[in-house]
């Protein structure tokens, strides 16, 4: 085996030694002060297998499938992006980083239930910021909150003399949400009631 060869900054002899300590192609390039393709290259030459971990194809499939873009899929597999990324491109698979992970059936029979943009999220086990995406690019409206009372209930109690305290207290609703719609409606403040006591 040669000593070095021309123009290389290394030994094959240094090359196999670091190979048997386990580094990969990159981390040996970082110790020989070469580049990782001449690394990869005379590594190859040489007949050495790579110490790139292997990637169960069963495994890889079941992720992909799924929808996990290249850093979910390598969190899966414990192994870094970048060497699934490397896989995935080897094997001809397109890149999954728009691939949607649910239908936008699913999400029309969420939205459909009323659902806001962080439920259907929940349901979807997906970020609510996708939810919402989903949401405006189907042209569609955001639910919002629920309100927990109607116009009309708000302009009953109003009618009997209670103040807002008091009709939050009955519709199961903040003070504060009562005195935004009643001031959405037009409707004047009513003062605490006289409950007998005095100073």
Same mark, same amino acid.
């Given at each position: ?10 030994? $094959?002899?240094? !090359?196999? $030694? !670091?190979?048997?300590?386990? %580094? ?30 292997? *990637? ?53 029979? %969420? ?43 708000? *302009? ?7 103040? $807002? ?5 009955? %519709? ?12 959405? %409606? ?7 009631? $006289? ?5």
């Amino acid at each position: 085996m040669k000593s070095r060869r021309r123009g290389s900054p290394f030994t $094959d002899q240094q !090359l196999i $030694d !670091l190979h048997k300590e386990g %580094l990969n192609d990159r981390e040996i390039a970082e110790a020989l002060g070469s580049n990782c393709r001449t690394v990869n290259g005379r590594r190859r030459k040489l007949g050495i297998e790579s110490t790139m971990p292997r *990637i169960n194809h069963r495994r890889f499939l079941e992720l992909y499938e799924r929808g996990l873009n290249d850093p979910e899929i390598a969190g899966a597999l414990g192994m870094k992006g970048g060497t699934v990324w490397c896989y995935r491109k080897k094997h001809g698979f397109a890149s999954s980083w728009n691939k949607p992970s649910f239908t936008d059936q699913q999400f029309l029979t %969420l939205y459909g239930k009323e659902l806001r943009d962080g439920e259907i999220a929940d349901e979807l086990d997906v970020p609510k910021y996708v939810a919402r995406y989903r949401r405006r690019k189907l042209g569609l409206k955001s639910h919002g909150y629920k309100r927990l009372f109607t116009d009309q209930q708000l *302009i009953t109690l109003h009618g009997e003399g209670l103040n $807002d305290k008091e009709k939050g207290k009955r %519709l199961g609703a903040s003070k504060e949400v009562v005195f935004y719609h009643r001031n959405r %409606l037009g409707l004047k403040a009513i003062g605490r009631r $006289d409950t007998g006591w005095t100073r």
